[in-house]
């Protein structure tokens, strides 16, 4: 017993006074198993753990008082010549601020995809309202046209006939009204009966409604007053010529006909005119950054080359 003690005593004081004392339970409760003689080897082994706790107290307090004369300590006196104490006023001279922390929005830059596109009401895809042939173009690609101005011309049998058809209601019309008017002097003098009247009057009113809708279905493709008022001065063949015109200011894109091509209302454009004076950006912008996006922050496009676009 005494030498796994001592084996115990070179591990350290702490298993040391562990295994001294489960000795100790050990033997007393083996004392109640073994003859009296075992008693004085059990004094023996109090009288040398006594001992043995000595020798190790007196070599903690040797190695306890070599830790306090060696230089542990002394490097950490040196390490703690690094700190600097400033009162307030030097560290206001300093620069140096202090305050309670505190929420609030932090600065940084957020990096997102976007694709430029034009303005969908910037955009004109133009067709002829009638049937017909290109009989010249105006304008081709690349061109830079403004609104209302000339593309093309088409020479049209459709735009013949539906002119015609106006100058015959437009004549009728007039015809009724001259007579309208002529029954009406007769009637003032009671010279023609009322039913002469009242047939003038219908005569009229049907004359009316037939160049109202001759009227209406040259609106329809484009036609204004200002051609129908001056169609009965109208050059031989000009009634068939029918004008492409560019609803907006813009710069053609495309053109797909060519001289002597058969074209058709409703059909594809022929020309694609785009205004690019004004495009939008339409940025893709994540769930997770939505919080980091509000209404008035500066934004910035860029070009995959770092090029600053707007």
Not at 81 to 99: S, Y
Not at 109 to 114: C, D, F, G, I, R
Not at 120 to 133: I, K, L
């Amino acid at each position: 017993m005494k030498l796994n003690l001592f084996y115990a005593a070179l591990l350290s004081p702490a298993l040391l006074y562990l295994s001294a004392c489960g000795s100790d339970a050990s033997d007393s409760s083996g004392a109640n198993r073994t003859p009296p003689q075992a008693e004085d080897g059990h004094d023996d082994h109090e009288d040398g753990s006594d001992e043995e706790h000595e020798s190790h107290d007196e070599a903690d307090g040797d190695d306890h008082e070599g830790h306090e004369d060696g230089g542990g300590h002394t490097e950490h006196e040196g390490e703690g010549g690094d700190h600097v104490e400033l009162t307030a006023e030097e560290a206001e001279a300093a620069g140096i601020r202090t305050g309670r922390a505190q929420t609030g929005a932090v600065s940084g830059q957020l990096e997102l995809p976007a694709e430029i596109r034009f303005d969908a009401d910037r955009v004109a895809r133009v067709s002829p309202q009638v049937e017909g042939t290109v009989a010249q173009l105006y304008a081709g690609e690349g061109d830079i046209v403004k609104a209302g101005a000339t593309l093309a011309r088409l020479t049209s049998r459709e735009l013949a006939g539906l002119k015609a058809d106006y100058l015959n209601a437009l004549s009728a019309e007039r015809l009724a009204q001259a007579e309208l008017e002529r029954e009406e002097n007769l009637w003032e003098q009671k010279i023609t009966a009322e039913a002469d009247l009242q047939s003038a009057r219908a005569a009229f009113a049907a004359a009316n409604a037939g160049r109202e809708a001759a009227e209406n279905r040259l609106h329809a493709i484009g036609i204004g007053h200002g051609t129908l008022d001056k169609l009965n001065e109208a050059a031989d063949g000009s009634l068939a010529q029918a004008y492409v015109t560019a609803p907006l200011a813009g710069e053609v894109i495309q053109r797909s006909v060519s001289l002597g091509e058969t074209v058709s209302a409703g059909g594809a454009p022929i020309f694609v005119i785009i205004d690019d004076s004004v495009v939008w950006a339409d940025i893709a912008v994540y769930k997770e950054d939505l919080g980091k996006v509000s209404e008035g922050q500066t934004v910035t496009f860029q070009q995959e080359d770092g090029r600053v676009l707007a």
